[in-house]
């Protein structure tokens, strides 16, 4: 479904984030910010995660001033829909294979960026948004103004799932609930965790455990929030409470040209 009024100054920041520069173009949005790293490349991996997560914290913020009738449905997909996966729609033995890797953490990712290389070279360039455009009819998930559908958030909403799932099974070698069987008391200190830890700095260390780890779950939980906020607001519900809207889609070529489409790596 299209989204009513979506702001342009959005769907600006995700068109020239992924722009790619050619020889006599011309860059659609000069001073809006550019990607760093080249997709594929190290570092590209992780700036796609998480300009997306960004982007989509962004987006619910915008959601949760307005009031959509009807609701709209952007509740995050935590698979591939089998309803995508069919050769009609390009689905191959290939992205399977893909999928089964994102989802087992087998063979194992490196990195959030490996991770994020893989996703976004692979099965989101290459497949997810054009097959959704097919079957839903909207074909404006397969250009780069594709956060001007629910789609979008569907489609990001799994990645960050996978990202999530990822630093989970990826978990220190000790986690919190050994930690504390191993020291009870933490559970009852009537002392601040600052102060705990200024005393006992191994804990911000132990097995692998690190700080890094608290900053990547904490953003993980920024999206959730925010989502949380866009439903107490009224913006949007599950798509169990209203019924499906067919959606008028652009058919002149030209326009869905203007828009770009994914880039792939060659």
Request: aromatic share 12%.
């Amino acid at each position: 479904m299209l989204i009513p009024n979506f702001p342009g100054y959005l769907t600006d920041l995700h068109h020239e984030w992924h722009y790619l520069p050619v020889p006599g173009g011309v860059d659609p949005h000069p001073n809006l910010p550019k990607r760093i790293h080249p997709m594929g490349t190290p570092g590209g991996g992780l700036e796609f995660l998480r300009f997306h997560h960004s982007f989509m914290v962004q987006a619910f913020a915008w959601f949760a001033t307005q009031t959509f009738n009807p609701q709209l449905d952007v509740t995050p997909w935590t698979s591939i829909p089998d309803e995508l996966k069919k050769t009609e729609l390009g689905w191959t033995v290939f992205h399977q294979q893909e999928e089964d890797r994102i989802t087992s953490n087998n063979p194992r990712f490196a990195s959030s960026d490996d991770l994020g290389n893989y996703i976004e070279v692979g099965i989101h360039n290459t497949w997810i948004h054009g097959a959704t455009a097919t079957h839903f009819h909207e074909e404006v998930v397969r250009t780069l103004h594709s956060p001007q559908s629910t789609y979008f958030y569907k489609i990001h909403g799994l990645v960050d799932y996978w990202w999530n799932r990822w630093r989970f099974l990826s978990a220190p070698i000790r986690p919190w609930d050994a930690l504390i069987k191993d020291e009870p008391r933490l559970l009852h200190s009537d002392r601040p965790w600052d102060a705990l830890i200024k005393d006992e700095p191994r804990l911000l260390h132990s097995d692998g455990f690190i700080i890094a780890e608290l900053t990547e779950r904490i953003e993980g939980l920024e999206l959730q929030v925010a989502m949380n906020e866009a439903v107490l607001s009224g913006a949007f519900t599950s798509s169990q409470e209203w019924p499906k809207v067919d959606t008028e889609v652009a058919k002149d070529k030209k326009t869905e040209e203007s828009k770009g489409s994914y880039p792939r790596k060659h």
